[in-house]
């Protein structure tokens, strides 16, 4: 049985009414996330249709689920709103903090040991408020939610960028921040600017080396990371249905990488095959009930062009194998170029690492893809050339694999198999072969590839494939190698080509699992105590943010200007950072030093107006903390893209910071500055950029009549004396604008819930 099926069967016995009221206040058919949108709004019945891109709207999501290096933060700050329990099913996973070094039997044991503290605190909130608990171990949290969790039109938010996975099995599942899950745990409605629509048809059908992967990976290259900012894509058509619900699960995945607010799929037999492999036939018996509410309508997907802002068509049948990167992941690369494209751009043709797994592609169906190319590597006698290392998604994938012999394939190639958690994929691998700055290639078939991620080195060249291709090339060892056409040499001298890979879709003597690693939380945590030792560098209680002082900000001084590609992992970065994920002071040491100062091209090397003399960031920002100056910084486009950490958001507010000026926005970041009680505001004439200097500072003339839709005007007073007015254009509305001036979303309901 599934779990929280109550809550599943009430959301079914309420769509019919809800959607069809909607196409009643539309007037027109529904793309699937309309349907899933409009039937949760905060207000039960939709008596409205909503602007997309314009409007803001409230939602009443059915679940949350928290990752172990943001839960920290958001229970902290959940723990200061006064409430007995979450308002919704909550779930908190442990699958960031733990290591990869030499493989899950010493690694586990070692993480446990190493973060014991923070581990048993999420265990204690997880039981004092009611939310389930995955231990370490039990796997990484979106393979966990897809296998337990998800169910077609259901809406859930999560903190964790890649919550979107769940849009594998017809969910709207959002990344969020933590502040926003406070919201929804708090029981107060969750907020979001309606979405665009973004509709991709998929035609044909998937074949040899062609993976789901290679879909995302073509549409990273289309729409570029920020193509799809403000949007949820959905993805229709014969060739979505002919693919399974995790090859789903990849596509969505990765729509993060393309800024989405999430993508989805209609629901389908490949859902339904799923479910059923996965101990929820209840809820596929419910879903088949609703089922042409849990799908966009056949007039949609008939005339897309009509419904969504954008289309975008893909034949199945066409599309090639991709590898994505270095350093980005919409840098999209068809096999067949990549040789030519490596030498022009001089990538390390050499491959250290093949890695599989992570949230993304660690499923039943991509290990036996992957595995069917290791096992013709070891029966035709090629020896690999790259080491392996392997991320199962979850412990149900480990023990299904291992009992089907999946797992002993790739230890016959020597791989290393990691624990059940995100490992490499976020800096948590204790790489042995290279230490320093070596410039070096590595293939992997997870989600992001920034500079630094996986091993901290900024000379890694990280390119992303599906999991039969990072097998190919870790096989071959080389980064132009072509499976369709290369051959290998093998031990004995002779020339062989690997077949296509084979898989299958489910495990055909069904999923086993002897301990998940589930803790249900009491029905009572009122007499659990949750202790944070004062003394402790990992854990530290929060202490408000002051309010607004209500005058105009003037003498702000310029932080850093940063250039280019500022993600979160250049604003906070994780890797052995993730420790201080739960002390906003300790991790505050780490704020913005991956960020290129535009001045000297240097990372965490700034001028100090107060000495003259350059320093680290953090340092920098604590001596004007001290001396009581506020600051700006001042960024790029995209600014914040990828992570949905709030610590990129926190420490700046923490250190004093006041003010983030950019060309653009990711949206999870734009949202959490604003509920930390920041200013994120936007150039409105992005060439105003450029007219900021080194020494400047910054005056705001009408912050005062701070107001929805009302762009606000700073004046940029340089060294020499020389002035320049610009504007800068915001998105906060009137309710947003309160947190701004009580200092954060959480001191507003705090009062809110004092009165
Ligand atoms: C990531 O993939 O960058 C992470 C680590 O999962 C983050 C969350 C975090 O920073 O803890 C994400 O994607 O939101
Ligand atoms: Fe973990 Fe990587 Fe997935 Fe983030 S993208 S949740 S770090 S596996």
Redesign the pocket.
């Known amino acids: 049985m599934a779990y929280d099926i109550d809550m599943i069967k009430k959301v079914y016995s309420q769509i019919a009414e809800r959607v069809d009221k909607a196409r009643e206040v539309t007037g027109k058919p529904l793309t699937l996330s309309e349907k899933i949108l409009y039937s949760h709004l905060w207000d039960g019945n939709p008596s409205q249709g909503f602007t997309r891109g314009k409007d803001y709207v409230e939602f009443s999501p059915d679940r949350i689920a928290c990752?172990d290096?943001?839960a920290q933060m958001a229970l902290l700050q959940f723990m200061q709103a006064g409430k007995k329990q979450a308002a919704v099913p909550t779930t908190v996973h442990c699958d960031?903090l733990i290591q990869a070094k030499l493989g899950a039997q010493f690694d586990l044991p070692s993480a446990k040991k190493s973060s014991d503290e923070v581990f048993d605190f999420l265990e204690s909130v997880s039981n004092k408020y009611g939310i389930g608990f995955w231990k370490p171990g039990a796997g990484i949290?979106h393979q966990v939610v897809l296998e337990n969790y998800a169910f077609p039109g259901g809406m859930m938010i999560g903190?964790?960028?890649?919550?979107v996975n769940a849009g594998g099995l017809g969910m709207v599942a959002i990344?969020v921040g933590g502040a926003d899950a406070v919201d929804v745990m708090a029981g107060m409605p969750w907020e979001l600017k309606f979405p665009k629509l973004i509709g991709v048809k998929l035609t044909g059908k998937l074949s040899g080396w062609t993976a789901p992967k290679d879909v995302i990976l073509k549409v990273a290259g289309i729409l570029t990371v920020k193509g799809g900012t403000g949007a949820i894509i959905e993805y229709f058509g014969e060739g979505a249905r002919s693919m399974s619900a995790t090859g789903k699960g990849t596509i969505c995945n990765m729509g993060?990488e393309v800024g989405a607010t999430t993508s989805t799929f209609g629901y389908d037999e490949s859902m339904e095959r799923y479910l059923r492999a996965t101990n929820r036939a209840d809820v596929a018996d419910a879903a088949n009930d609703v089922r042409e509410y849990l799908t966009g309508d056949d007039e949609v997907y008939a005339n897309p062009e009509q419904y969504f802002d954008e289309v975008i068509e893909i034949n199945l049948s066409e599309l090639k194998p991709h590898l994505n990167g270095p350093f980005t992941p919409d840098l999209a690369t068809p096999i067949t170029e990549m040789g030519k494209k490596a030498k022009e751009n001089d990538w390390p043709i050499n491959v250290d690492w093949g890695l599989i797994g992570s949230?993304t592609n660690s499923s039943y169906e991509d290990l036996t893809r992957a595995a069917s190319i290791a096992k013709q590597a070891v029966a035709k006698k090629v020896k690999a050339k790259s080491d392996f290392g392997i991320n199962p998604g979850s412990e149900t994938i480990r023990y299904t694999a291992e009992r089907d012999g999946l797992l002993q394939i790739f230890e016959d190639l020597d791989a290393t198999i990691f624990t059940n958690a995100?490992g490499p994929?976020?800096g948590q691998w204790d790489r042995s072969d290279r230490k320093g700055e070596e410039k070096n290639t590595i293939v992997h078939s997870f989600?992001?590839n920034f500079s630094k991620?996986a091993d901290g080195n900024p000379n890694t060249h990280a390119f992303v494939g599906s999991p039969e291709m990072v097998a190919a090339i870790a096989i071959s060892g080389r980064l132009d190698f072509d499976p369709t056409t290369d051959t290998l040499m093998n031990e004995d001298g002779e020339e062989v080509r690997l077949d296509e890979p084979t898989g299958l879709e489910l495990p055909p003597k069904g999923f086993d699992v002897e301990d998940p690693g589930y803790l249900a939380p009491t029905e009572d945590g009122s007499s659990v105590e949750v202790k944070v030792n004062p003394q402790s560098e990992r854990l530290q209680l929060l202490e408000p943010f002051e309010p607004w002082d209500g005058k105009n900000l003037t003498g702000a001084k310029l932080l850093i200007k940063a250039f280019g590609k500022c993600t979160?992992?250049h604003i906070?970065m994780?890797g052995p950072w993730?420790r201080f994920?739960g002390h906003l002071d300790n991790i505050s040491n780490n704020c913005l030093i991956g960020a290129v100062n535009a001045f000297n091209m240097k990372t965490n090397f700034v001028k100090s107006q107060i000495t003259g003399e350059y320093d680290a960031v953090p340092a920098t920002q604590r001596k004007y903390k001290d001396a009581g100056i506020p600051t700006v910084v001042v960024g790029d486009h995209n600014y914040g893209e990828?992570?949905?950490?709030e610590?990129a958001a926190m420490e700046p507010r923490h250190l004093g910071v006041k003010v983030v000026l950019v060309k653009s926005f990711a949206r999870?970041h734009e949202t959490n500055l604003k509920k930390q009680g920041m200013l994120g505001i936007t150039f409105d004439n992005e060439s105003d950029y450029d007219l900021i200097q080194e020494d400047d500072t910054f005056n705001f003339t009408d912050l005062e009549s701070f107001a929805p839709d009302k762009p606000l005007t700073i004046e940029v007073v340089h060294a020499d004396g020389s002035k320049d007015v610009i504007k800068a254009n915001h998105t906060y509305n009137q309710p947003q604008i309160e947190w701004f001036k009580e200092g954060s979303a959480l001191n507003l309901i705090k009062k809110q819930n004092a009165a």
């Open positions: 990752q290096a943001t960031h949290i903190t964790d960028s890649h919550t990344g993060a949230c995100c994929c976020i989600n992001r991620r979160t992992d906070s994780a993730l994920r990828g992570s949905s950490r610590h999870i």
